[in-house]
């Protein structure tokens, strides 16, 4: 499968959209990715010839990167286009100077917990009811390397 991944454009929003309600029961609304793409420097896309197959945008907490959501369309999962996306951000983040990234997953999402895991987060925390009730998150954390590892946290400490 060839794709490649390039910085989100102003034209590629109704393909995001596509993504993100193809995706996910509860979609982000549309104004949110207009909102992200004026102020975020980490939005990328996946783009299989000139339709939009994925897309994962980060905001800058600090010296952490908060990974905001990703998805890929469902024909064109597990071709690598998701950690190419993240790892993608990730090297934007390093590039720079940050000390690493964070992000949640719901509890009962294999395939992004799986996705994290192979890119080296790990496990850190629950956020309880973070996606509604009784919808819990696991939060993963990664240091680039040569940053200060941090310890494991409850879910009433701060990740950070
Ligand atoms: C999570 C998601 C973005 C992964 O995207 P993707 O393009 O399929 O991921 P990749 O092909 O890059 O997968 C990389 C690795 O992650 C792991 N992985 C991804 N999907 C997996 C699955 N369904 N089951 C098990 N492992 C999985 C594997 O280790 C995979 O490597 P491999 O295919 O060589 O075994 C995609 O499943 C998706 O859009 N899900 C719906 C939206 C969502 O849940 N977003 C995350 C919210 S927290």
Do not use: H
């Amino acid at each position: 499968m060839l794709f490649r991944i390039e910085r989100m454009r102003r034209d590629l929003l109704p393909g995001v959209w596509r993504v993100e309600e193809g995706s996910f029961a509860e979609p982000y609304p549309r104004w949110y990715f207009r909102a992200l793409l004026e102020v975020s420097d980490f939005f990328y896309v996946a783009l299989v010839e000139e339709g939009v197959a994925g897309y994962a945008v980060a905001s800058r907490e600090g010296d952490l990167l908060r990974i905001l959501s990703i998805a890929v369309l469902p024909p064109f999962r597990r071709k690598g286009i998701g950690g190419a996306l993240l790892s993608r951000i990730l090297d934007e983040g390093k590039a720079i100077g940050l000390k690493g990234a964070i992000l949640e997953a719901e509890v009962g999402n294999e395939a992004a917990k799986a996705l994290y895991r192979s890119l080296g987060f790990a496990e850190c925390g629950v956020r309880a009811g973070y996606y509604g009730s009784g919808r819990d998150a696991i939060v993963f954390r990664l240091n680039f390397q040569g940053a200060p590892d941090k310890k494991p946290f409850t879910s009433s400490m701060d990740p950070y």
